[in-house]
């Protein structure tokens, strides 16, 4: 069975940086895009950052020049290194991999950006 397991979250002050990871437990195959959401409290979910299986990225206006999102196809992992964190980025963040056939979901990890 597959399970993506997260971590890298926790508290850092305005300014400072975090680097989240999310690893599949089991094998996936025909993976065509990994990528990251987040949700806020009384917000909606909205996607953060996205990366192909052959290196194209996208990332949410907000983030645009403070996050980086990567991959390691053969393992199947996903990474977001976040700099220049704001209050606003507070958020639950999840990560996916997406499949020809479906998408997988990881349980979330907690990041605060507070003083």
């Known amino acids: 069975q597959v399970q993506l397991v997260e971590s890298g979250g926790g508290l850092v002050q305005p300014g400072g940086s975090l680097r989240l990871s999310c690893a599949a437990s089991g094998s996936i195959f025909s993976v065509v895009a990994m990528g990251w959401y987040r949700q806020a409290p009384g917000k909606e979910r909205e996607l953060v950052a996205r990366i192909t299986s052959r290196g194209m990225t996208n990332y949410a206006d907000s983030v645009k020049g403070r996050f980086t999102i990567s991959r390691d196809n053969a393992k199947n992992t996903v990474y977001l290194q976040m700099n220049s964190l704001k209050a606003e980025d507070t958020a639950v963040y999840y990560c996916?991999?997406?499949?020809?056939?479906?998408?997988?979901w990881g349980q979330g990890t907690q990041v605060t950006v507070s003083s």
């Open positions: 996916i991999i997406d499949t020809v056939y479906r998408g997988y």
